[in-house]
T-cell receptor, first 112, second 114 residues
């Protein structure tokens, strides 16, 4: 079993829809939770960064972390065709390491 | 400000050969990490360097190695290539020591092993 599980999709939604992307994890030592967006033929770029549990909002994006359930979510409101990309969750224990454990990514397509 | 630069962007090798990939971090960034991305496994951590020292290593065989130079540029090497090494190899840099600040990724080097 992988440390981080993510539904690969693909997920297709109409423009303007609310998108929910999720990851589950097994390592209770994870403290840092991130969402990356990766466009085709590009490297991942950081969207959201959360430490420990709670919610964080940035524009149309909201990240939620529920450490008791070992479950994290990314919500995208008013989705746009430009949001079409692969979304990767990533986590780390923290401390003196850059090592991130990634989910396999969810491919999202927002249809105009 | 230039981003993380990786060269070459694409390359094709045959089994048994070796390959060296290069990464130039963002100017001023001293920490470099390498990841392998495949459709089945996603992104997997290879190793990280800070101040020319390897700080952490992932679960890859010894055929995978890396180094960092005094100007923070980094290289990774894969010897005795196998078909399963075909992947996108991503380099990421950060300003300071491990786990401080945002990790910026390059566009990757896509390796195909025939």
């Amino acid at each position: 079993q992988k440390e981080v599980e993510q539904d690969p999709g693909p997920l297709s939604v109409p423009e303007g829809a609310i998108v929910s992307l999720n990851c589950t994890y097994s390592n209770s030592a994870f403290q840092y939770f991130m969402w990356y967006r990766q466009y085709s033929r590009k490297g991942p770029e950081l969207l959201m960064y959360t430490y420990s549990s709670g919610n964080k909002e940035d524009g149309r994006f909201t990240a939620q972390v529920d450490k008791s359930s070992k479950y994290i979510s990314l919500f995208i409101r008013d989705s746009q065709p430009s949001d079409s990309a692969t979304y990767l969750c990533a986590m780390s224990v923290g401390g003196a390491t850059n090592k991130l454990i990634f989910g396999t990514g969810t491919l999202l397509a927002v249809q105009p | 400000k230039a981003g993380v630069t990786q060269t070459p962007r694409y390359l094709i090798k045959t089994r048994g050969q070796q390959v060296t990939l290069s990464c130039s971090p963002i100017s001023g960034h001293r920490s470099v990490s390498w990841y392998q991305q495949t459709p089945g496994q996603g992104l997997q951590f290879l190793f990280e360097y800070f101040s020319e020292t390897q700080r952490n290593k992932g679960n890859f065989p010894g055929r995978f190695s890396g180094r960092q130079f005094s100007n923070s540029r980094s290289e990774m090497n894969v010897s005795t290539l196998e078909l399963g090494d075909s992947a996108l190899y991503l380099c990421a840099s950060r300003v300071g020591p491990p786990n401080t600040g945002e990790l910026f990724f390059g566009e990757g080097s896509r390796l195909t092993v025939l």
